[in-house]
């Protein structure tokens, strides 16, 4: 009988900001690249259909969500950009397995917050304050896999 391989689940991960673990997050959303796709077609081509032609590779944007605390170096590095000065930093988001060992890291590079979103606050919820900060950045590469 083969070896039985789960998936890995998704709430097992840890964000590293320069190669240290900053904070416990709620959720890391929006890892994935695109390449563009456009439309050519030459007069001499027969029938009606376009070639699909490969342009430039993109990015999405990475939005961090985590329980607000009085640890503020996420907000303060937003507010960095925000006054012009932006920080870009590197950015792993690591998956790991049911005993902890890491088995996949995703690098982001050249990230910066392009948007922090305070919580939402309601006196009738007993949710937990959540801030989030959106990141843009300049490509994701898979170092381990």
């Not at 007069?43 to 259909?49: Q, R």
């Not at 605390?69 to 049911?98: F, M, N, P, Q």
């Not at 006196?123 to 490509?139: K, P």
């Amino acid at each position: 009988m083969a070896d039985r391989r789960d998936p890995y689940t998704g709430f097992n991960f840890m964000v590293e900001l320069d190669g240290l673990t900053r904070a416990g997050f709620k959720e890391a959303s929006g890892i994935e690249t695109s390449v563009q796709v456009f439309d050519y077609r030459e007069g001499t081509d027969v029938g009606n259909i376009a070639r699909k032609l490969p342009g430039q590779n993109q990015a999405s944007t990475i939005t961090l969500r985590r329980g607000i605390s009085d640890d503020r170096a996420l907000y303060d590095w937003h507010r960095k950009a925000a006054t012009g000065s932006v920080d870009r930093r590197t950015i792993s988001i690591v998956l790991r397995d049911e005993t902890g060992a890491e088995k996949i890291r995703w690098n982001i590079k050249n990230a910066w917050p392009s948007k922090w979103t305070g919580p939402s606050l309601d006196a009738g919820s007993n949710d937990v304050a959540i801030e989030a900060l959106e990141l843009v950045h300049e490509g994701l590469e898979v170092q381990k896999w």
